[in-house]
């Protein structure tokens, strides 16, 4: 007996198909978005999943990619459609669908279909989780582009900033469809000129520099000597700088290599508005990996989350690394399948976080408190774009986007206002 999802916003849909199924002997849970779909996904993997495409709040071949770039695409899914087209299947299929399915569906086309997808082998065919997971923010569009940009000129590259989950997320993204990968961590043994031959046109990936030992270490300077004739990667991640390294007796020549290209990544404290999403992805990618029993976050620890923890870097680490230490620690210490408001209050109490909290503030504006509301008003929204513009370093297309206003109105708000905009003002993208 099979745990199937059954995903589709029409209740008599939803309804019939579990008929069918359940007098096949399979359970069934039923979902009636893609909102409950994903809960249901977080609460335990179904062994197949019946996915309709158009939905209300989401669609189906956005789910999919999705779970896919989450690294939640663990189980076999079946598309369907009433109004399908050839592209849209292709699509589907491409993305990781193992079937589509036109409404109305036929019993033995579902039965045949329910069978084909049960028999599908997905070991060791789990889509790993990459930035795709995070590009509606712009500073991981633009991360996912510059990774790309440098790994298709250098076989090497050093990921300044952060290590572990985050470090991972960007290897991952460079990694070819079906391409082999190593984590050099996890060679026990000697490298030879035969595996990095199978190696070839793969990945060797490092999550820690830190974290190598000295035959790693000597595993490193056998493969960065020889990858380029293999088209092997190389991508190494690192918290400290390399004078770290240096210091520790590490071969100058591997240091000096490791120095050549590197990319570092974003500053985290400029960017807490897309805190809660990637303390979700981390916290997700936990437990999908047994790292963390199941855990969700509450949208209010989230919001709190986002106004406690500071993102400083500390002499142990980036704010990456100290982001992944307190999500695991909220996973493994938490008491409930939730993680609420008094979990983080627990962890990032308010004394300690006072000086965080107010650096999410523009200097000055407490005084708006004391002033008439309409001077208050403009006050902030002089404030408001002049943080905007400082976030997005004077690109005024991000700006526009964030503050949801028109570019011409925006120009004219900030005209009226008196803000000025920098030389950058115009169109980065």
């Known amino acids: 007996m099979a745990d199937i999802l059954v995903v589709d916003d029409e209740i008599g849909i939803r309804e019939l198909l579990s008929e069918i199924l359940v007098d096949e002997g399979h ?4 979902a009636e978005n893609a909102a409950a779909a994903r809960k249901a996904r977080a609460e335990k993997r179904p062994d197949m999943v019946l996915l309709d495409i158009w939905m209300p709040d989401t669609d189906g071949v956005s789910l999919l990619k999705e779970w896919g770039a989450n690294g939640q695409l663990t189980m076999p899914v079946v ?24 409404k109305p569906i036929a019993l033995q ?7 084909k997808a049960l028999k599908h082998d997905h070991i060791g065919l789990r889509p790993p989780a990459t930035l795709d997971a995070l590009t509606h923010a712009h500073m991981f569009r633009d991360l996912k582009k510059r990774l790309e940009q440098t790994a298709s000129r250098s076989s090497t590259l050093l990921i300044k900033g952060g290590s572990g989950v985050i470090a991972e997320l960007c290897a991952r993204t460079l990694q070819r469809p079906r391409a082999h990968w190593l984590d050099l961590l996890d060679c026990p043994s000697t490298l030879n000129q035969e595996a990095l031959q199978k190696m070839a046109g793969g990945l060797i990936y490092i999550s820690d520099l830190a974290a190598l030992g000295k035959l790693q270490q000597m595993n490193l300077t056998f493969a960065l000597e020889r990858i380029a004739r293999f088209n092997i990667l190389l991508v190494a991640a690192s918290s400290q700088p390399l004078e770290y ?39 997700n990618l936990m437990v999908e990996r047994e790292e963390a029993p199941l855990r969700r976050f509450s ?20 704010s990456w690394n100290e982001l992944q230490a307190l999500i695991r620690n909220l996973a493994l210490t938490t008491l409930e399948e939730e993680i609420g408001e008094e979990d983080i209050e627990r962890l990032l109490p308010a004394d300690s976080a006072t000086e965080a909290e107010n650096k999410l503030l523009p200097e000055g504006l407490a005084a708006l408190f004391a002033q008439p509301l309409r001077e208050a008003r403009d006050a902030f929204e002089k404030h408001y774009f002049e943080h905007l513009l400082r976030m997005e370093r004077n690109n005024m297309t991000r700006v526009a986007e964030r503050s949801g206003l028109e570019r011409t109105h925006l120009y004219r708000k900030l005209k009226q206002l008196g803000v ?3 030389r950058r003002g115009e169109d980065n993208a």
Do not use: C, Y
């Open 245 to 283: 390294f240096a210091k520790r007796g590490w071969d100058n020549q591997t240091l000096a290599r490791l120095s050549e290209v590197w990319i570092t990544l974003p500053d985290l404290a400029e960017h807490t508005d897309d805190l809660p999403e990637i303390a979700s992805l981390f916290l």
């Open 79 to 102: 598309m369907m459609s009433g109004h399908g087209t050839i592209d849209t299947a292709v699509e589907a299929t491409r993305i990781g669908a193992v079937d589509f399915l036109e």
């Open 27 to 30: 359970g069934v849970r039923l």
């Open 299 to 318: 949208s209010a620890a989230l919001n709190l989350l986002r106004i406690r923890w500071s993102g400083g870097k500390t002499e142990e680490g980036s």
């Open 109 to 115: 086309k579902l039965l045949s279909a329910v069978q």
């Open 420 to 422: 000025t905009v920098g």
